[in-house]
């Protein structure tokens, strides 16, 4: 029992990381305030975890402004384009409203591929953070990725959906537990999964 309490002991090694995501979800949050560096702030995030599960991190403010800077451009164009989307489809909603309604099995259609796309998002900043490569490989990466794994795809989608809107929705009581540590918490274990997922080809960090 006396190891537990060691240095190098389980509950020192829990509370350390529980400490560093403490931090992660801080800074992660913290950076987001511009709104236009959401994107950059998840690629820091997820790369600043990646060198938390080998040990890897300098002291972690550090490492995630380091990430952050390494990834800014490819990581705030991907974030303003998927922006960008989602403001033409907000003002395009009324009239694909009345067109969906005419052609059904178009909404079934546009649906599917609006599907797809969300699903190779939440690979796109991770790839980021991960691989070094034009970001139309990267995107293409992300679409194909989450296509051939589509289980852990689905099961990463669920996890952030009901984490990071679900559960702060329904539980109001943790809520200020969630805003502490929850966005470090479930990019912390995204990565950990995708970490997986990408070392079947390879490591370019």
């Known amino acids: 029992m006396a190891n537990f309490f060691r240095t190098d002991g389980g509950i020192y090694l829990f509370m350390t990381r529980v400490y560093q995501l403490l931090v992660l979800n801080f800074l992660f949050l913290l950076s987001c305030l511009p709104i236009f560096t959401i994107g950059a702030s998840m690629s820091a995030a997820f790369g600043t975890s990646y060198k ?9 403010s550090d490492t995630y402004f380091k990430q952050f800077k390494r990834n800014f451009k490819q990581s705030t164009i991907s974030w303003l384009g998927i922006m960008g989307l989602g403001v033409l ?3 395009s909603y009324p009239f694909l409203k009345g067109f969906f309604e005419i052609f059904p099995f178009v909404f079934f ?15 796109l900043f991770p790839m980021i953070a991960k691989f070094q490569s034009p970001l139309p490989s990267l995107f293409l990466n992300s679409l194909t990725l989450a296509l051939k794994h589509l289980p852990f795809s689905l099961l990463l989608f669920f996890l952030q959906g009901f984490v ?5 929705i329904y539980f109001p009581k943790i809520w200020f537990v969630w805003l502490f540590i929850g966005f470090g918490l479930v990019i912390y274990v995204s990565a950990i999964i995708l970490n997986k ?3 079947l ?3 370019n960090e």
């Not at 938390?52 to 972690?60: A, F, N, Q, S």
């Not at 259609?109 to 690979?123: E, K, P, R, T, W």
């Not at 990071?164 to 702060?168: A, K």
Request: proline share 3%; no cysteine; charged share 15%.
């Open 109 to 123: 259609l546009f649906a599917l591929f609006l599907g797809v796309f969300f699903l190779s998002v939440i690979y």
């Open 197 to 199: 997922i990408f070392s």
């Open 52 to 60: 938390l599960m080998k040990h890897e991190e300098e002291k972690l």
């Open 164 to 168: 990071l809107i679900i559960l702060p």
């Open 89 to 91: 489809f907000y003002f």
């Open 201 to 203: 080809y390879g490591q």
